[in-house]
Every structure is written in C-alpha cells, then in structure tokens.
C-alpha cells in the first residue's frame, strides 16, 4: 500500500478494497512487530503505523 493508494479515499473504503495494513497476512507483518528501525532522526524503534499516518495526513492535507 502506497500514500497515494488513499488519496481521495477514506481509510475505511481502502480497507473495503483490501488496501489495509491489516489485509497483509500475519506472516509478513508478526515477524515486524510494528517496529521500524532507521536512521531517521526521531523515528528509530517507532511503529510502522507512526510514519504512515503522518504520510497519510500530509496526503489528504488540502
């Protein structure tokens, strides 16, 4: 799923069309554990859903 997958959509439509996080089969996202690790300042150990909501906010942002 990509940013501009939401654009102009409602995150609850994208999960109708199977465009939801929690679509992804467990295998691919346990191992994860919601954790990213980066180099990024402020954003090293913070959930995967941390980033992706600021990414989707600034994306729908008028």
Do not use: I
């Not at 994860?32 to 995967?48: A, C, E, M, Y």
């Amino acid at each position: 799923m990509q940013p501009e997958d939401l654009v102009g959509h409602e995150p609850r439509q994208a999960a109708e069309d199977g465009r939801d996080a929690r679509a992804l089969p467990a295998r691919w996202t346990s191992p994860l554990k919601n954790r990213l690790s980066t180099s990024v300042p402020s954003f090293d150990g913070v959930g995967f859903d941390t980033p992706a909501a600021l990414t989707h906010s600034e994306a729908v942002r008028p």
